[in-house]
């Protein structure tokens, strides 16, 4: 009967942790489409004001005012919700204003608004057990850390805490903070300036979640059967650059894409992978990691949406100027060309008129009439993975396999040793006769 209660307490213990583990890094192999995206619907934080100052490595902190900020989602739409922000003012001096969170409507994203004051919250995918990794949105950038989990209460209700260093400026004006395993912000620090006649004060306002209610689901529409197919699918690019040596463009090394979070409304979130080659050392997918984060047209995707005259891709618009055929590594490709053109710089993208993939894209500069790409990204089947071989740039397979043979580095050295071995030998006898 012990062993029995002893196992079952185990099992207690143990499931929550299991649940509530967060990954080390984004799923590559297996992304994710998202139909829809959680929120609370009632939100309530204290926001407490102060002051610290420092005397002989003895830290005080001064409180001016302390507010109660309650967030109302009075509706929702395709991942935008509009909230009803109420600020009311618990302890405040008479001559003191705070503008840093004020009463009245605001929509938010919840794909790509992160930590906003306006509605404190982060998608929990975007949340990795990663020493430090980066979050790239449309607005901000924000490099965090993981450091640690804990178990928090609010109104008698437990849950848990991730606990991150953030080491950019963006989210708050300390060190870490703290973000529930649902995403909500639970803990955060911002600053807060104020300007009068004659000076400029600076506050730090610390943001604690104490209550929550009304969990529901923001559905999202879906922008195409075929935009969730390409982004669930990796990508292999050869990249060259321009040889001042050669005075051609030379191969420089492999670039991977992967959109590892796929909203179906057209939000992504991808990453960039450069490869890097040791000889006789598996290949190194540089695994750092950060994440681009954005509408379908803030980011330069490896597909496009739309096939018409006139494009968006990376922020940038790009105009149809062509459709031909191309071959890449003796493959035929009947693609679309576009065109983003300036003064001095030129970006060409061949999209494939068959499925709108990206099977090349050249960079350049323009002077007068004559055209110098220094850069091209040029598209390769088959995607490597990681492998115990040096990898020839110049030489491109269709077949996915090598063009040689791989050696282990541990025969490699005992052949070196060997070698090394009988040379010596044939020395000592000539020196002897």
Known sequence: MMSKYLLLMILVLTMPLAVLAIPAQPNYSSPQAIHQIPYFKTLKYIATVYNQTKVSNTTKIIVIANYTISYNVVNQSNGNILVNINTTPIHSPRNFTFNLIKSGNYTVNLEEDMLSLNYPYVFDKYLYNASIYELAFPKISIEMGYVNQTKVSINGINYTAFEYSNYSTIVSSEEHFYVLSNGLGYSFNTTYTTNTSDTTLTYTVNLHLIELSGEENSTLSTISTQFISNAEKPYQY???????????????????????????????????IELTFDSGAPVNQNFGFGLDIGNYTSIPLTFTYSNTSQII??????????????????????????????????????????NNILVERAEGTINGNIVNITSELIYTQHVITPNSTYINYAHRVTTGTLPFSAVAPSESLIITIIITLVIVAIIILLYKR
């Open 313 to 354: 891709w990376g922020g940038k618009i790009f105009h149809k100027v062509n459709t031909t055929t191309i071959n890449i590594y003796g493959t035929n490709y009947m693609v679309n060309e576009y065109q983003n053109v300036s003064s001095s710089n030129i970006i060409k993208l061949y999209f494939s008129s068959d």
């Open 238 to 272: 050869t990249l060259y650059e321009y040889s001042s040596l050669s005075n051609t463009l030379q191969p420089v090394t492999y670039i991977q894409a992967y959109y590892p979070i796929i909203f179906s409304n057209g939000y992504l979130a991808g990453e960039e």
